[in-house]
């Protein structure tokens, strides 16, 4: 079967940094999305993850371990814009055609 | 026009009625998805074609009925919905199956 988690919400400061952390289990994985959805907007595209370790594009990045069956979006320098849903998604099957996703992460940027 | 475009933008739809969605990509990609967004439930992928030919099938009841006649264009066939078919449909494509995708805007269905 295949499960991912993420918390529902989390609120930061203006300027701070802040780590959303997505656990799965899915067979036959091949690789991490993150999807940014602003409120009432489409889901766009942050980051992809496929190896172990960290990938830093530019304020964003984001880490796997696919032992653990755990990643992690990392936001530094907050601004009120990044508030929104952050979707972690886990790619499966043999020609990566399954994609599910968490339930996504509301971050709340307060000033 | 460019990215990922949706038509209709919102629809309100009998349980008797029948309707389509469309969905059209200007990015030359090679694979297109419909999913399903509903109120505090996940993301849902409901069907994945590659170069035309369906690869992926989640379980979606036959009331929904998907359709690509071609690369560029995807079609959502409804009938005979249910009021918990409600939600936003988001159309996406890719340049391969399985790579980064781009999602359209979404059409918000209401089944009344």
């Known amino acids: 079967g295949q499960n991912i988690d993420q918390p529902t919400e989390m609120t930061a400061t203006e300027g701070a940094i802040v780590q959303i952390n997505c656990t799965y289990q899915t067979s036959g994985f091949n690789g991490l999305f993150w999807y940014q959805q602003h409120a009432g907007e489409a889901p766009t595209f942050l980051s992809y993850n496929v190896l172990d370790g960290l990938e830093e594009k530019g304020r964003f990045s984001s880490f796997l371990s696919r032992s653990k069956g755990y990643s992690y979006l990392l936001l530094k320098e907050l601004q009120m814009k990044d508030s929104a849903s952050y979707l972690c998604?886990?790619?499966?099957?043999?020609?990566?055609?399954?994609?599910?996703f968490g339930g996504g992460t509301r971050v709340l940027v307060k000033p | 026009e460019t990215g990922v475009t949706q038509t209709p933008r919102h629809l309100v739809m009998g349980m008797t009625n029948k309707k389509s969605l469309k969905c059209e990509q200007h990015?030359?990609?090679?694979?297109m998805y419909w999913y399903k967004q509903s109120a505090k439930k996940p993301l849902e992928l409901m069907f994945v074609y590659s170069l035309e030919e369906r690869v992926e099938n989640n379980s979606v009841p036959s009331r929904f009925s998907p359709e690509c006649p071609n690369s560029s264009h995807l079609f959502l066939h409804l009938h005979t919905l249910q009021p918990e078919d409600s939600a936003l449909y988001l159309c996406?494509?890719?340049?391969?199956?399985?790579?980064?995708?781009?999602f359209g805007p979404g059409t918000r269905l209401t089944v009344t």
């Open positions: 990015l030359g990609h090679n694979a």
């Open positions: 996406a494509s890719s340049q391969e199956v399985g790579n980064e995708q781009y």
């Open positions: 998604a886990a790619r499966s099957g043999a020609a990566g055609n399954k994609l599910t």
